[in-house]
Structures are given as C-alpha cells and as structure tokens.
C-alpha cells in the first residue's frame, strides 16, 4: 500500500492493514516490518486489542490444525529424511502429474505423442533455447534444481532411442544473437522437429513483467524459419 501511495508511513500501512482484515505480513528481506507498528498503533488507539486477538485466532488456529504445537511422536512426517527426496515414488508421480497437466491446443493428423516405435529411422531436431538449457526450465520460486534428475526436452527425446539432432539457435531465452543458418541445417535433414521456445525467470518473474506478450528477441523469427 505504501509503494502504491495509498499510505503515507508503516504505521499507517499496519492500521489500514489490520483494519482490513489482513492478519499476516509477507516481509521476507525487510530490514523494518509493517506489522511491528501494531503496538504503536495499539497504544495510539487507531487499532483495539479486541481485533487484534480477532485477527491472531485464525493463524493460530491453522497452526493448531497444522500439528506445529503437536509432540514430534505424533507427527507422521517426523519419521521421514531424506531417503524420500526424489525417490523412485515421488519422480513416478511428478511424471504422471506432469503427464496429465499437459494443454494440447492443437494436434494436426494426431502428431501427438510421439511413440518410440513410430520413430524407427525417423530424424528428430529439438531445437530452440529451451531445447536442452535445464536452467531456463524452472520457474519462479522453484526450488534448486538437481542437474542428474532434469530431464530437457533433448535428453527426454533421446531416450526414445531416435536419431535426435539439436540447435539452441540462440542460447538464451531474450534470443538476442540467432544463428539462422544453423537452425536451418538442422532442421532441413529432420522428419520430426520440435521448437522449444518461452520466456523463463530471465526475461519475467515477479516484480519484473513482460511490456507485451510478443516472444523475446528473435524466437519468433526463429520459430518461422522453422516452419519455413
């Protein structure tokens, strides 16, 4: 509220805020805290203690539901470590999760899935930033990434056991330098290509959004070579 001048100081904010219904402050890296005006604006009559209890009931109450106050003999995740991340259980599920959560916009003469016995003799280009960068997969507020479970696009298409070449074309996302003349070499021997193109957290994330929602640099010219 402060940033988009509906107030004019934290204490302000806090009142507002409190007033409003708001009971928890996202503060991650701030050296100064809005809510930690409360107490002055507790003392200074502008909130009563009556509401704050009214807006602290609900966050303890979650809390309660959440088994934080819980003994830790109790709690059924107090056994697990970390023999359980990214065991063969959970990846078989993110699989399937991913699998299932896929939007076909499109499927021309049923393209789609491309099915390892399909592809005997059959020339494969992945091409595009996001054909084999692992980096440039992961979203905003992903977590660290482990490089031996990231399956790109290329590596994924590989394992299909088809004759798969590949050109970034450019080597980031803003796809500001495009080598043309490579895309087409490769794409040109191929039956099957596959153009991996977005955005990715170095062109938007929160905080930082696109001015439009054109493909950066020259992913689109890129992309049409393609076609062509």
Not at 5 to 11: D, P
Not at 75 to 84: E, F, H, I, K, R
Not at 123 to 151: C, S
Request: with cysteine; aromatic share 8%.
């Amino acid at each position: 509220m402060l940033g988009h001048h509906y107030t004019q100081s934290f204490l302000e904010t806090a009142v507002a805020s409190v007033n409003a219904g708001c009971n928890l402050e996202l503060s991650y890296g701030m050296r100064n805290n809005v809510f930690m005006r409360i107490p002055q604006a507790l003392a200074m009559g502008n909130i009563t203690l009556q509401m704050l209890r009214d807006r602290v009931r609900p966050l303890f109450y979650t809390r309660m539901r959440l088994g934080e106050f819980d003994p830790p003999a109790m709690n059924p995740y107090s056994s697990l470590d970390l023999s359980v991340v990214q065991s063969p259980e959970h990846r078989n599920l993110s699989l399937e999760a991913a699998v299932k959560s896929f939007v076909l916009l499109k499927n021309v003469r049923g393209t789609l899935p491309l099915r390892a016995q399909d592809l005997s003799g059959q020339r494969l280009a992945v091409v595009g930033p996001f054909a084999d960068n692992p980096r440039v997969l992961f979203g905003d507020y992903a977590p660290v990434p482990e490089p031996q479970y990231i399956y790109t696009p290329r590596r994924g298409l590989e394992m299909l056991g088809a004759n798969v070449s590949f050109t970034a074309g450019c080597s980031e996302p803003w796809c500001k330098w495009y080598s043309r003349a490579e895309l087409v070499r490769v794409v040109r021997a191929a039956d099957v290509v596959l153009v991996c193109l977005g955005t990715g957290v170095d062109v938007e994330t929160e905080a930082k959004d696109r001015s439009d929602l054109s493909l950066p640099g020259h992913q689109l010219e890129l992309l049409q070579d393609a076609v062509q």
